[in-house]
T-cell receptor, first 118, second 113 residues
Framework: EAGVVQSPRYKIIEKKQPVAFWCNPI?????LYWYLQNLGQGPELLIR????????DSQLPKDRFSAERLKGVDSTLKIQPAELGDSAVYLC????????????????FGPGTRLTVL | QKEVEQNSGPLSVPEGAIASLNCTYS??????FFWYRQYSGKSPELIMS????GDKEDGRFTAQLNKASQYVSLLIRDSQPSDSATYLC?????????????FGSGTRLLVRP
């Protein structure tokens, strides 16, 4: 079974430029998450989707970040314009659902996109 | 502020020894607990999940949960150099009508050959 797919794996841009990250979750997983991970820290949630609905975007800096999950499968996270402080690893994860206690809420991560803003 | 605390390490153990990794969490109503392994430059990989008090064993790994003490641990038996990585503890914390997976900052494990 294929895991979570992300692209690109690496991205280097100049500040003030736009950037977009793409994620394809594990087949059949209804819940999709975008996380940000800084060096030496654990991942921090940016946004969570249940199917195509964003149900938790409280940590998403909405002045410059946006996300979408059309048709409840693939998702795109965009930053416009990028700032120096956005340099980090952007991780996508998916789970069967968000609420189950029998393993349905186990989250599986993609390889991540390492963003460097110069 | 919901918190998950881990000792950053590094925890250094000789090959073949038992490595014990610990985690405490602040939210008493949390129900789901996870351990992820993260190699340098790679993404987190789920290795254990635990939902009930007590021990859960999977191969060389044992997760232990004590909800009364708000404590979860991971034991790695017969540690191998390939186990050298950062281990992230994650706790699913209910928030209003939603929930969020809160991660600790991780404990770096070094297994000496």
């Amino acid at each position: 079974e294929a895991g979570v797919v992300q692209s690109p794996r690496y991205k280097i841009i100049e500040k003030k430029q736009p950037v977009a990250f793409w994620c394809n979750p594990i087949s059949g997983h209804n819940t999709l998450y975008w996380y940000l991970q800084n060096l030496g820290q654990g991942p921090e949630l940016l946004i969570r989707y249940e199917n195509e609905e964003a149900v938790d975007d409280s940590q998403l800096p909405k002045d410059r970040f946006s996300a979408e999950r059309l048709k409840g499968v693939d998702s795109t996270l965009k930053i416009q314009p990028a700032e120096l402080g956005d340099s980090a690893v952007y991780l996508c994860a998916s789970s069967l659902d968000g609420w189950g206690l029998a393993g349905g809420n186990e989250q599986f991560f993609g390889p991540g996109t390492r963003l460097t803003v110069l | 502020q919901k918190e998950v605390e881990q000792n950053s390490g590094p925890l250094s153990v000789p090959e073949g020894a038992i490595a014990s990794l610990n985690c405490t969490y602040s939210d008493r109503v949390s129900q789901s607990f996870f351990w992820y392994r993260q190699y340098s430059g790679k993404s987190p990989e789920l290795i254990m999940s635990i939902y009930s008090n007590g021990d859960k064993e999977d191969g060389r790994f044992t997760a232990q949960l004590n909800k009364a003490s708000q404590y979860v641990s991971l034991l790695i038996r017969d540690s191998q150099p390939s186990d050298s990585a950062t281990y992230l503890c994650a706790v699913n914390c209910p928030m209003d009508s939603s929930y969020k997976l809160i991660f600790g900052s991780g404990t770096r494990l070094l297994v000496r050959p």
